[in-house]
């Protein structure tokens, strides 16, 4: 140095090139570190057991919606945070690890967030570093937001729990189909456990009642994401037959692919036989079980709409039974009504299966025979109806005391008419069968003989 100023300096230069891009290197690491974990909703915290602070990253401060300065890093205010009804369960599973006492820290539970709601987590961790005598010196471990999976399973706990409690059958099968659940009403509909039909295909409750071609019309339906509804006889474990009232709807996932299919199942049986019930009282005669005024009147109506579309003929019968009124007297009404049923019987034994058969009341008994290619004669009506029905009816008689059997022959009066030349429609033809049965009323046929 000379005069107070520096005449030389000394220095070193050294290159840290290297060291520059190891940390960039690390920084760009921590980065997508931290991309990765929040992409995954998971936070890191690290824990100091001798202070009793735990340190978190912006992704553990994230999940309730804070920055990792705004945290208290103290362990009270960490357990402040935990739901009251979970919070002794986390703190004896914390504590049981720091005492060495199990592998690792597991818990689910539920953190306060900012805005007063909670977050649900799975948090899981570790002691890495501990003391000579077995003190735990630091823990690490994630956090990870399972709020979402928890509302997912509380939504199917709901949904189960209705299914389970529904008063309607249930079935839910997967798209190949098999079953993977069943609720109790299913069992009592069926007879059939859970443990019966999980794995198993729908068809073992078949009958073979039900057409190919239907089941055919549902996989097309339910296949292409639509809902179907209809009815099927099914079998029970039993053996035993039901008639259902069915829905199958499929259940898609958020891309619209079907993964579940679910059917409702209700026994129809005792509704529909109680409808065919309450069908047949009103459209048959209770006394011989023939079709009644009304439903007669109603078929004869739509016989008529088949002979005018096929353009074939149509024959309509008036059928009297002359001095019946005399059986009534002498036998009693009992008898008359064994005589009723009984003529109703060979009657129909007479006909063809698709005739329509009705009694209007009374003695008044009506017949409609349908594609006829010629008009019916009176020598057919004589040799084929009236001679047989003419022969002796078997009744009990019910006045007499002794109940015994006696034979009754009485006579018929049959009028006739035919579509389209005595008539075109019901009121006409009818009145043209009626008039011919007045005719042939007047003339003699057989006559009652009391036995």
């Known amino acids: 140095m000379t005069g107070g100023q520096p005449r030389r300096a000394i220095g070193a230069v050294r290159d840290v090139t290297l060291l520059k891009a190891a940390q960039d290197q690390l920084v760009r690491n921590e980065e997508r570190l931290q991309l990765a974990l929040s992409a995954a909703s998971l936070g890191l915290w690290d824990y100091d057991p001798v202070h009793k602070v735990l340190t978190v990253d912006q992704g553990w401060a994230g999940m309730l919606g804070y920055s990792t300065g705004e945290l208290d890093p103290h362990l009270d205010s960490w357990m402040q945070r935990i739901h009251p009804l979970d919070r002794d369960a986390v703190m004896e599973a914390f504590e049981a690890h720091l005492a060495a006492k199990s592998d690792a820290f597991q818990a689910e539970y539920r953190l306060a967030d900012r805005t007063g709601g909670w977050v649900w987590v799975h948090s899981s961790g570790k002691v890495t570093s501990r003391s000579k005598a077995g003190r735990p010196l630091r823990v690490t471990g994630i956090n990870l937001d399972i709020s979402a999976r928890m509302r997912r399973d509380s939504e199917m706990r709901t949904l189960y729990t209705a299914l389970d409690q529904s008063p309607v059958a249930m079935v839910v099968t997967t798209p190949e189909p098999r079953i993977v659940y069943v609720n109790p009403a299913f069992t009592e509909l069926s007879g059939y456990r859970f443990e019966d039909v999980v794995g198993m295909n729908p068809r073992i409750l078949q009958s073979g009642r039900t057409n ?146 009705g009694r209007l009341g009374g003695d008044e008994f009506a017949v409609v025979i349908e594609g006829l290619d010629e008009p019916i004669t009176r020598e057919f009506l004589q040799e084929k109806l009236e001679r047989t029905l003419c022969e002796p009816y078997a009744i009990v008689s019910g006045l007499s005391g002794d109940c015994k059997p006696v034979d009754v022959v009485i006579g018929t009066s049959i009028g006739l008419a035919h579509y389209p030349q005595d008539g075109e429609t019901l009121d006409s033809l009818m009145a043209a069968a009626d008039s011919d049965m007045y005719r042939i009323k007047a003339e003699h046929h057989c006559q009652p003989l009391l036995g």
């Open 212 to 357: 190919k071609e239907e089941y055919q019309r549902l996989w097309q339906t339910i296949t292409q994401g639509e809902i179907w509804a209809g009815e099927f006889w099914n079998r029970r474990k039993d053996g035993a037959l039901r008639l259902e009232q069915v829905t199958i709807a499929p259940v898609k996932d958020v891309h619209g692919a079907i993964v579940n299919y679910i059917a409702t199942k209700e026994d129809i049986t005792q509704r529909r036989h109680q409808e065919r019930q309450i069908w047949k009282q009103a459209n048959f005669d209770a006394l011989t079980g023939l079709a009644n005024r009304g439903y007669f009147l109603q078929s004869l109506d739509d016989a008529l709409h088949r002979a005018r579309r096929n353009g074939r003929l149509l024959a309509v019968l008036f059928i009297d039974l002359d001095l019946f009124k005399p059986i009534n007297d002498t036998y009693g009404h009992e008898a008359g009504d064994q005589l009723l049923q009984r003529f109703a019987q060979r009657l129909g034994a007479l006909l063809r299966e698709s005739d329509i058969l």
